[in-house]
């Protein structure tokens, strides 16, 4: 099954059970999957659902921890997030596969435009977070992924957000923004 198809079907189940169908203009989308990095530069490992804890973190994520490369104790860098869409773009713009993964993005999400969540309180699931800033692509993260990701993903690189409240995020979460 194709990264596209089964994120179509976890949005249509995720559509399902929120008892909704998507309106145009709608500002919702799902969770399509979770990545946590237990140290820097080690690769992300791929969860169900991982544990969010508000003001720390991602249970398991280096940055829960104080342990990533850029730690810092600033909120954008509790949670990551990046559009499949986006991945998707710089395969076709760029002739540039990017799993998941290499991106070093905790959450990849399907159906919602992150960019337009900035400054902007919103839900994965039960758990409240603010966008805080775009998370734009760098030499580090180009040097990880051992390939030329700044051009394909500028202005497509995803969210850094803060974590407002404990809950848990799993895959296939609805992701909505704050009425």
Not at 58 to 86: H, I, M, W
Not at 95 to 115: F, K, P, Q
Not at 152 to 170: M, T
């Amino acid at each position: 099954m194709s990264t596209d198809t089964k994120s179509a079907e976890l949005e249509s189940q995720a559509a399902l059970r929120a008892g909704r169908t998507k309106q145009m203009g709608a500002r919702w989308g799902v969770v399509a999957a979770i990545f946590v990095g237990a140290e820097a530069t080690q690769p992300m490992a791929s969860v169900l659902q991982v544990s969010a804890r508000a003001g720390a973190g991602l249970e398991g994520d280096r940055y829960a921890r104080a342990a990533g490369t850029f730690s810092d104790g600033n909120p954008n860098k509790q949670l990551t997030l990046v559009e499949e869409e986006a991945l998707a773009a710089t395969a076709r713009d760029y002739g540039l596969t990017i799993e998941g993964t290499e991106t070093r993005r905790n959450v990849l999400t399907s159906g919602i435009a992150l960019n337009h969540l900035v400054g902007r309180e919103f839900r994965i699931g039960d758990v409240r977070v603010r966008g805080l800033k775009l998370c734009e692509p760098c030499g580090h993260l180009e040097k990880l992924a051992k390939k030329e990701v700044i051009k394909a993903l500028r202005h497509r690189g995803g969210l850094r957000a803060e974590i407002l409240s404990d809950g848990v995020i799993k895959v296939g979460d609805v992701i909505s923004e704050q009425e």
